[in-house]
């Protein structure tokens, strides 16, 4: 069984930043991909970011703007997205997603990351 939780979201204002941390737990012994995504009211889910196991590949979504970056410390378990300039648009549920895979593996697509955490809140005010 495998675990996952975020943590660290909150309100900011407007061009502010703020750092999301994902922290997988249990089985976590084969490699997996780390991935990103957030979910606005009256919208559907969408890819934000992703790392491989590898700490080299990676992929961001439209969504990130250049203005995010992921990290991820494979020894800790834990992921970071870094989101700077944030914006009112950047309001939304984020959630931290896993999926074993091949460590070169970067994928966008919600359904195929297996184990999902609970999701924390992003709220950027104007």
């Known amino acids: 069984q495998v675990q996952v939780v975020e943590y660290e979201g909150g309100l900011v204002e407007t061009g502010a930043s703020l750092e999301l941390t994902c922290a997988v737990s249990g089985d976590t012994s084969a490699t997996y991909t780390i991935g990103w995504f957030r979910q606005a009211p009256g919208m559907d889910r969408e890819f934000v970011a992703a790392m491989a196991w590898d700490n080299i590949n990676v992929g961001y979504g439209d969504s990130a703007e250049g203005r995010f970056s992921i990290s991820r410390d494979n020894a800790k378990n834990t992921a970071v997205l870094q989101m700077d300039n944030l914006k009112p648009r950047d309001t939304a549920v984020y959630y931290c997603?896993?999926?074993?895979?091949?460590?070169?593996?970067?994928?966008?697509?919600?359904?195929?990351?297996?184990?999902w955490g609970q999701g924390t809140q992003v709220t950027v005010s104007s």
């Open positions: 997603a896993v999926k074993f895979t091949t460590p070169r593996d970067v994928s966008r697509s919600e359904n195929l990351y297996g184990y």
